[in-house]
């Protein structure tokens, strides 16, 4: 009789032919940085999420560098917000001021620095505003200077998150005019308009003002465009690619791990992560197991690399089972 059961028979066999890993060095966290001093502010959806000031951002890029993950994604919230988004490529922005505290104090830990205008601007939206409508081509300029900017103050890795078109290329060749060549750009390629982000806007202060975002981000329902988008963006230029959300796109992120041979990023994103803590502190699931369970499935659908804000948690446990 043929026995799967041979295999499943201890911890020692199981781990013998255990198929997918996850490693410290392919998480990435989220951190976010409100422009201000003295800050620890808990992001009341996100529970263990504190938007952090520059002058206290020690206290949790000491356990970052202590968990031995590879490095962080920046979100700045500035304190002035206008049409333009102007303080997102301010030299002297919160993002700035962040990217260049934590290169010179935490030079091993990358710094990946999220490209958008929605954090910056007062109407909410990921690019220029022009009688209601979201129009591309305005923005692109604008996100080439943030992008530009980010760079000068010490980014590692350009992250654009705001599903223009045509904006790898523009960010792209902006990097090269200034000296950039060698930064990479990793672009949240196939970015869906997903209910998942509700936490995250909380903890960014980023919700549109009017309207929402499906104009630009995509449509849940479709896979092949997803695919379209990956493509478009590696034309363009750039050097890694992701999925996002993950959990509800597992699908997606297999066919992009078949279809193109760039390094792959998935964004477990907030609500993802939010469910868990409800759930796991109305006791109803078992945090721990939970949690590696879907970075687990998100690794064996094909991600290189994961950005999770349960990263910390994540190592601290991979340590623990070594
Ligand atoms: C901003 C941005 C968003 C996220 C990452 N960058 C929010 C949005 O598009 O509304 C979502 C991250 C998360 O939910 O964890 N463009
Ligand atoms: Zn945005």
Redesign the pocket.
């Known amino acids: 009789m043929r026995r799967f059961r041979r295999l499943r028979a201890s911890e020692s066999i199981r781990r013998l032919v255990r198929e997918t890993h996850i490693e410290k060095s392919s998480l990435i966290y989220?951190i976010f940085i409100e422009e201000g001093e003295n800050i620890k502010k808990p992001v009341d959806s996100m529970p263990g999420v504190f938007r952090w000031s520059v002058d206290r951002l020690g206290e949790i890029m000491e356990p970052v560098r202590a968990s031995g993950i590879s490095g962080v994604l920046l979100?700045g919230i500035p304190a002035h917000k206008d049409p333009l988004g102007t303080s997102a490529y301010d030299d002297n922005g919160v993002t700035q001021n962040a990217i260049r505290k934590i290169k010179s104090e935490y030079p091993g830990t990358l710094v990946i620095a999220?490209v958008?205008l929605?954090e910056y601007t007062d109407h909410g939206h990921?690019g220029v505003v022009e009688n209601g409508r979201i129009v591309n081509d305005l923005t692109l300029p604008l996100l080439a200077k943030e992008a530009v900017s980010f760079a000068k103050a010490g980014a590692d890795i350009i992250a654009p998150?705001?599903m223009m078109d045509g904006r790898v290329a523009a960010i792209r060749s902006a990097l090269d005019n200034e000296g950039f060549e060698d930064i990479p750009i990793l672009s949240y390629s196939a970015?869906f308009a997903s209910g998942?982000?509700s936490?995250?806007?909380d903890a960014?202060d980023?919700a549109p003002c009017f309207g929402d975002?499906r104009t630009y981000?995509m449509d849940c329902a479709n896979g092949r465009e997803a695919m379209r988008e990956i493509r478009d963006d590696i034309e363009e230029g750039a050097d890694m690619v992701m999925v996002k959300p993950a959990l509800a796109y597992l699908d997606l992120i297999r066919r992009a791990k078949d279809s193109f041979d760039l390094p792959l990023a998935a964004?477990n994103?907030?609500?993802e992560y939010s469910m868990v803590k409800a759930a796991a502190a109305m006791g109803w699931i078992d945090e721990r197991r939970i949690v590696m369970e879907n970075l687990t499935a998100i690794k064996r659908a094909g991600a290189d690399m994961i950005i999770t804000y349960h990263a910390l948690d994540a190592a601290g446990w991979l340590e623990e089972d070594r």
Do not use: L, T
């Open positions: 989220p979100f999220d958008c929605c990921c998150s705001d970015k998942y982000y936490p995250f806007r960014a980023s975002r981000q964004y994103v907030s609500g």
